[in-house]
């Protein structure tokens, strides 16, 4: 140790550290460490004693920082998945902290630029070695600590961060400007901020919804035809996404099934007895759905979208009939109306024909009419269909009074109802308390009531088509419009009754982030492009493309043997030119350095050279040099042999006078 102290220019105010340290301290609940440790940094300029430590003993105190780094990364992020890289992240100022102490009470008030990169030791000994010198980390820690402090987002982390910046940035103000405009100034970028920080909020939202979505599709699999979870389940978690995943040419909104279930346990849906038949394709690239002739009155729609892995459930129409253009080796369907392909192309285009005839969906079973399990629930369904008066009511009335039950007094939410009692049921909780829920609720709910007063009825999910988009004159159908109804066996057919509050789709569409119609655009204009591949796919007149390439193939080879025959000359004056240059100049850098003329992190030469405060002479010739440094360095001008020589000499000379005029001195 010694008692000789340096006073550092570029040190931050008094008290600034250990302020950022008890702001960083309350913001993550680590106070008393804050205080401990910023008493120590604080009381550093009343301290008389230094260390004068070498570079090696810096460089093991780095390394058992970055130890503790790593290890505890690995800890938290064993014990607390991704979640634990914010915990490190409001751990960074303990974990630099031993760094800033050796800084503060070292002898230089700095640290080796090699105790933080660890590739860079092993040069520290080579004459021209460009990083041999010393930074001040700070300025780098106060960030850090601002940085460490805005993990937990408590509300008051913002006009916190913009004082300590404030007052960070006061010392190095320029005093051109008078306190009024400089005070003016910081509010306004401190305003700008605060805005762009909302903004950047959202954008993370919606970015982290598109990484979701997009290891989703990575991840994908198809809907399960035999079980569905409701959380009440897998459809909520959907909602969020804005990608399109089908673009359906219809007269009016459609709702497109892609699976039905008849069994209710414990939150789950499950198909009893659903076994899947292979479909014969009756001509190519169609496929009728039954043996019986369909009914007359079809209607059409027009269905594309992609298919991940070329395999899935179709996504069709109540009573689809006949499909059309759809490529794919194996279709199967089960008596529930699911429709499963096997070895399809990645893009989906087909037509789809279906009335009232329900040819995929078989009659009413038993388990259409099984009632729940639970006993308490029984009760509810029991209360509800009492008040209601479901049963002396036809079904179709009955269907009138549950759409309005639901439509006027239960709201629609994709916020997941919360039990004020634990021992309650969730569909319980929907229907006696809350009352409100996303379509999963509705759904079961109804398929329960309608079975309660013997009506046949089955949950069915997929998507509804209801988004019209004018741009392509077709209904866009995105994750979010993933959406589950009931089926009910009225008057000999199936029916879809769809109980969920009509408003649901305005509440859904008013959530849609600004950049929605700049993805629709983006969107249609990949569609139609893969579309135009499709359809261009059998053009052999598009083989004539290949001919340009050949003829421009031929001319670049035909080039490249030219070049292989220049002149010798040419080729050897090429070779000399790209000869590598380690320029002298830095000789005078290494003895300047070496004298005690500190060049600071991101100073320019000329701004070292300028504060030396060297003779007329001496930096005259030395900004000579440096002008012929630069142009060997920075440029493609390559020195020659007699060049090389002469700049050699010109640094020697240098030195030499510069030696003499230090010797004159002393």
């Given at each position: 140790?010694?008692?000789?102290?340096?006073?550092?220019?570029?040190?931050?105010?008094?008290?600034?550290?250990?302020?950022?340290?008890?702001?960083?301290?309350?913001?993550?609940?680590?106070?008393?460490?804050?205080?401990?440790?910023?008493?120590?940094?604080?009381?550093?300029?009343?301290?008389?004693?230094?260390?004068?430590?070498?570079?090696?003993?810096?460089?093991?105190?780095?390394?058992?920082?970055?130890?503790?780094?790593?290890?505890?990364?690995?800890?938290?992020?064993?014990?607390?998945?991704?979640?634990?890289?914010?915990?490190?992240?409001?751990?960074?100022?303990?974990?630099?902290?031993?760094?800033?102490?050796?800084?503060?009470?070292?002898?230089?008030?700095?640290?080796?630029?090699?105790?933080?990169?660890?590739?860079?030791?092993?040069?520290?000994?080579?004459?021209?070695?460009?990083?041999?010198?010393?930074?001040?980390?700070?300025?780098?820690?106060?960030?850090?600590?601002?940085?460490?402090?805005?993990?937990?987002?408590?509300?008051?982390?913002?006009?916190?961060?913009?004082?300590?910046?404030?007052?960070?940035?006061?010392?190095?103000?320029?005093?051109?400007?008078?306190?009024?405009?400089?005070?003016?100034?910081?509010?306004?970028?401190?305003?700008?901020?605060?805005?762009?920080?909302?903004?950047?909020?959202?954008?993370?939202?919606?970015?982290?919804?598109?990484?979701?979505?997009?290891?989703?599709?990575?991840?994908?699999?198809?809907?399960?035809?035999?079980?569905?979870?409701?959380?009440?389940?897998?459809?909520?978690?959907?909602?969020?996404?804005?990608?399109?995943?089908?673009?359906?040419?219809?007269?009016?909104?459609?709702?497109?099934?892609?699976?039905?279930?008849?069994?209710?346990?414990?939150?789950?849906?499950?198909?009893?007895?659903?076994?899947?038949?292979?479909?014969?394709?009756?001509?190519?690239?169609?496929?009728?759905?039954?043996?019986?002739?369909?009914?007359?009155?079809?209607?059409?729609?027009?269905?594309?979208?992609?298919?991940?892995?070329?395999?899935?459930?179709?996504?069709?129409?109540?009573?689809?009939?006949?499909?059309?253009?759809?490529?794919?080796?194996?279709?199967?369907?089960?008596?529930?109306?699911?429709?499963?392909?096997?070895?399809?192309?990645?893009?989906?285009?087909?037509?789809?024909?279906?009335?009232?005839?329900?040819?995929?969906?078989?009659?009413?079973?038993?388990?259409?009419?099984?009632?729940?399990?639970?006993?308490?629930?029984?009760?509810?369904?029991?209360?509800?269909?009492?008040?209601?008066?479901?049963?002396?009511?036809?079904?179709?009335?009955?269907?009138?009074?549950?759409?309005?039950?639901?439509?006027?007094?239960?709201?629609?939410?994709?916020?997941?109802?919360?039990?004020?009692?634990?021992?309650?049921?969730?569909?319980?909780?929907?229907?006696?308390?809350?009352?409100?829920?996303?379509?999963?609720?509705?759904?079961?709910?109804?398929?329960?009531?309608?079975?309660?007063?013997?009506?046949?009825?089955?949950?069915?999910?997929?998507?509804?088509?209801?988004?019209?988009?004018?741009?392509?004159?077709?209904?866009?159908?995105?994750?979010?419009?993933?959406?589950?109804?009931?089926?009910?066996?009225?008057?000999?057919?199936?029916?879809?009754?769809?109980?969920?509050?009509?408003?649901?789709?305005?509440?859904?569409?008013?959530?849609?982030?600004?950049?929605?119609?700049?993805?629709n655009l983006g969107s249609w204009l990949i569609y139609a492009f893969q579309q135009w591949q499709l359809q261009?796919?059998?053009?052999?007149?598009?083989?004539?493309?290949?001919?340009?390439?050949?003829?421009?193939?031929?001319?670049?080879?035909?080039?490249?043997?030219?070049?292989?025959?220049?002149?010798?000359?040419?080729?050897?004056?090429?070779?000399?030119?790209?000869?590598?240059?380690?320029?002298?100049?830095?000789?005078?850098?290494?003895?300047?350095?070496?004298?005690?003329?500190?060049?600071?992190?991101?100073?320019?030469?000329?701004?070292?050279?300028?504060?030396?405060?060297?003779?007329?002479?001496?930096?005259?010739?030395?900004?000579?040099?440096?002008?012929?440094?630069?142009?060997?360095?920075?440029?493609?001008?390559?020195?020659?042999?007699?060049?090389?020589?002469?700049?050699?000499?010109?640094?020697?000379?240098?030195?030499?006078?510069?030696?003499?005029?230090?010797?004159?001195?002393?």
């Amino acid at each position: 140790m010694t008692n000789e102290t340096l006073k550092s220019e570029n040190a931050p105010p008094a008290f600034l550290t250990g302020s950022i340290l008890l702001f960083w301290g309350w913001q993550v609940d680590f106070l008393y460490f804050a205080i401990s440790i910023a008493i120590l940094l604080e009381i550093a300029p009343w301290i008389t004693w230094r260390w004068d430590l070498s570079d090696q003993e810096i460089h093991r105190v780095a390394d058992i920082s970055a130890v503790g780094w790593v290890g505890s990364a690995f800890y938290l992020f064993n014990q607390q998945s991704v979640l634990g890289l914010f915990t490190l992240l409001s751990w960074l100022p303990l974990l630099f902290f031993p760094l800033l102490l050796i800084q503060t009470y070292n002898l230089h008030h700095s640290i080796p630029l090699t105790s933080l990169f660890i590739s860079l030791r092993r040069h520290t000994d080579q004459a021209h070695f460009p990083f041999k010198k010393n930074i001040d980390i700070r300025y780098p820690y106060l960030l850090i600590c601002l940085v460490a402090a805005s993990v937990t987002q408590q509300k008051w982390f913002f006009m916190g961060a913009i004082i300590l910046i404030g007052w960070m940035l006061w010392q190095i103000r320029p005093q051109r400007y008078t306190f009024g405009v400089w005070i003016s100034l910081l509010l306004f970028v401190a305003g700008g901020s605060y805005w762009l920080q909302q903004t950047i909020y959202q954008l993370h939202g919606y970015a982290g919804d598109m990484l979701a979505s997009w290891f989703e599709n990575l991840l994908w699999q198809p809907r399960d035809p035999y079980q569905q979870h409701t959380a009440l389940g897998n459809i909520s978690r959907l909602k969020q996404s804005e990608r399109i995943v089908l673009r359906v040419k219809t007269a009016k909104p459609l709702l497109l099934r892609e699976a039905s279930y008849n069994a209710y346990f414990k939150q789950t849906w499950y198909a009893k007895s659903a076994k899947f038949s292979p479909l014969t394709p009756t001509a190519h690239s169609i496929w009728l759905f039954s043996s019986k002739t369909p009914l007359a009155d079809s209607k059409t729609a027009h269905i594309s979208g992609y298919l991940p892995q070329g395999r899935g459930m179709l996504a069709l129409p109540l009573g689809a009939n006949k499909v059309q253009n759809l490529q794919a080796v194996k279709l199967e369907a089960n008596p529930y109306g699911a429709v499963k392909i096997e070895h399809g192309t990645p893009w989906l285009n087909y037509q789809v024909n279906f009335n009232q005839s329900n040819l995929l969906d078989s009659p009413p079973m038993e388990q259409d009419v099984s009632l729940a399990h639970e006993p308490r629930l029984k009760a509810v369904l029991q209360q509800i269909s009492q008040q209601l008066n479901l049963s002396q009511a036809t079904p179709q009335e009955t269907i009138t009074q549950l759409t309005n039950f639901f439509e006027q007094q239960f709201y629609y939410s994709l916020e997941l109802p919360t039990l004020s009692d634990k021992q309650l049921l969730p569909l319980e909780n929907f229907l006696l308390h809350q009352r409100q829920g996303h379509c999963e609720y509705f759904a079961t709910a109804t398929v329960l009531l309608l079975r309660e007063i013997g009506i046949p009825a089955r949950y069915a999910v997929g998507y509804a088509a209801a988004e019209f988009s004018p741009l392509e004159d077709v209904y866009l159908v995105r994750k979010r419009h993933a959406h589950a109804w009931t089926l009910a066996y009225i008057d000999g057919r199936w029916q879809n009754v769809d109980t969920t509050p009509s408003r649901w789709i305005k509440l859904e569409a008013n959530q849609a982030p600004w950049w929605q119609s700049i993805y629709n655009l983006g969107s249609w204009l990949i569609y139609a492009f893969q579309q135009w591949q499709l359809q261009q796919s059998n053009n052999r007149w598009l083989l004539w493309l290949v001919l340009p390439l050949i003829i421009l193939l031929t001319w670049r080879l035909y080039l490249k043997e030219r070049v292989a025959h220049l002149p010798q000359h040419f080729a050897n004056r090429k070779l000399q030119a790209t000869l590598p240059v380690n320029s002298p100049f830095y000789h005078i850098v290494t003895q300047l350095e070496k004298v005690g003329y500190t060049r600071l992190p991101g100073e320019t030469i000329n701004q070292w050279i300028q504060k030396m405060n060297l003779s007329p002479l001496l930096e005259q010739n030395l900004r000579e040099l440096l002008v012929f440094h630069e142009k060997v360095r920075f440029s493609d001008y390559k020195l020659n042999e007699q060049e090389w020589q002469w700049f050699q000499k010109k640094v020697k000379h240098w030195l030499l006078m510069f030696n003499q005029k230090r010797e004159g001195l002393h």
